[in-house]
C-alpha cells in the first residue's frame, strides 16, 4: 500500500506547482524575441515587394513592410497579445489603461480595429484601454473609449517607425485630459532610421517628450534574424538592405557578403 501522507503532500505539491505555472506563467514564458521572430516567420508578416512602395510616414520609399495584420489574418493575434501582456508585465511597470494608436484616412471611415493588439491586451491584462485616432485628411485626432483624468496610462504602438504617431498622441493626451500621466511606450518592433541613431535614437526621440520607450526587436536585429534562418534568401535581402532605415546599420556589411 502507498503512505496516504506521502500522497497528500505529493498532490498538494503538484496542486501548488500548477497554481504557480497557470498564474505567472509569463514568467517561465519562452523568450520574448525568439517568440515574435516565430509569429513573424509563421505569418509571413514581413514581406518585401517587388517594386518599392510609397509611405505615408516617410519621403523614401519602402524596400521592406512588417504587416502586423497578416498574424491576424492567419489567426495569431491571440499568440501575440499574450506576448505583448508577458513583455509589459515583466518590464514591471504600473498603469491603469492601455492606449492604442492608429489612424484612417477620413472620420467617417471605420478603423482596422480587427488588426490592433490593445482590445486583447485588456482583456488579458484586465485594464481598460482607449484608441488615439489620427485622422489623415484633416490632421486632428479624435480619442474612442473613455479615458480619466488623472490616470496612469501606457500607449502601445504596433510598429514604430518615426515616433510621430506616438508623439502626437502624447501630445493630444496631455492636451485634453488633466493631470494624466504617460511614462511608457510599448512596441513589438522598432524601425526607427539607422542613420539617426537606430533603436537609441528611437528612444531619446520619445524620451524628449518625457516618455520611456519598451521594445522587444529592431529592424537590424530583426533582419539579420530572419536571413541567419533563411527566411530572407540573399536576394531578397539585397532589396531589403536598400531601405533607407538600414543603411550603415551592422547588417549593411551584408550587401557584400565577402566582407562579413
Not at 491603469?96 to 491584462?125: H, N, W
Not at 537606430?198 to 522587444?216: F, M, N, P, Q, S
Not at 547588417?251 to 557584400?256: A, F, G, S, T
Amino acid at each position: 500500500m502507498i503512505p496516504i501522507l506521502p500522497l497528500i503532500i505529493l498532490i498538494i505539491c503538484l496542486i501548488g506547482t500548477l497554481f504557480i505555472t497557470s498564474k505567472y506563467e509569463y514568467k517561465f514564458a519562452y523568450p520574448n524575441k525568439e517568440l515574435l521572430v516565430d509569429l513573424i516567420v509563421k505569418s509571413q508578416a514581413f514581406q518585401v515587394p517587388e517594386k518599392p512602395v510609397k509611405a505615408e510616414h516617410r519621403e523614401a520609399p519602402l524596400y521592406y513592410k512588417i504587416e502586423f495584420s497578416q498574424i491576424f489574418e492567419k489567426g495569431l493575434q491571440m499568440e501575440l497579445s499574450k506576448l505583448m501582456a508577458n513583455f509589459i508585465r515583466t518590464s514591471d511597470v504600473t498603469f491603469d489603461r492601455l492606449i492604442g494608436v492608429g489612424s484612417r484616412q477620413k472620420e467617417d471611415k471605420p478603423l482596422r480595429e480587427k488588426y490592433l493588439t490593445v482590445p486583447l491586451l485588456s482583456a488579458i491584462m484586465k485594464k481598460p484601454y482607449a484608441l488615439i485616432i489620427e485622422i489623415v485628411d484633416s490632421k486632428k485626432f479624435i480619442c474612442e473609449g473613455e479615458i480619466k483624468e488623472g490616470e496612469t496610462v501606457i500607449i502601445i504602438d504596433e510598429v514604430l517607425t518615426t515616433g510621430k504617431s506616438v508623439i502626437n498622441a502624447v501630445k493630444y493626451l496631455r492636451e485634453n485630459f488633466k493631470d494624466i500621466k504617460i511614462a511608457y511606450v510599448f512596441t513589438p518592433i522598432v524601425r526607427f532610421p539607422f542613420r539617426e541613431g537606430g533603436i537609441d535614437g528611437a528612444k531619446r526621440t520619445l524620451w524628449d517628450y518625457g516618455v520611456e520607450l519598451y521594445t522587444i526587436i529592431d529592424n537590424v536585429e530583426l533582419v539579420e534574424t530572419l536571413y541567419k534562418r533563411k527566411y530572407l534568401t540573399s536576394g531578397k535581402l539585397q532589396q531589403v538592405l536598400k531601405d533607407e532605415d538600414l543603411v550603415g546599420s551592422p547588417v549593411w556589411h551584408l550587401k557584400n557578403p565577402s566582407m562579413k
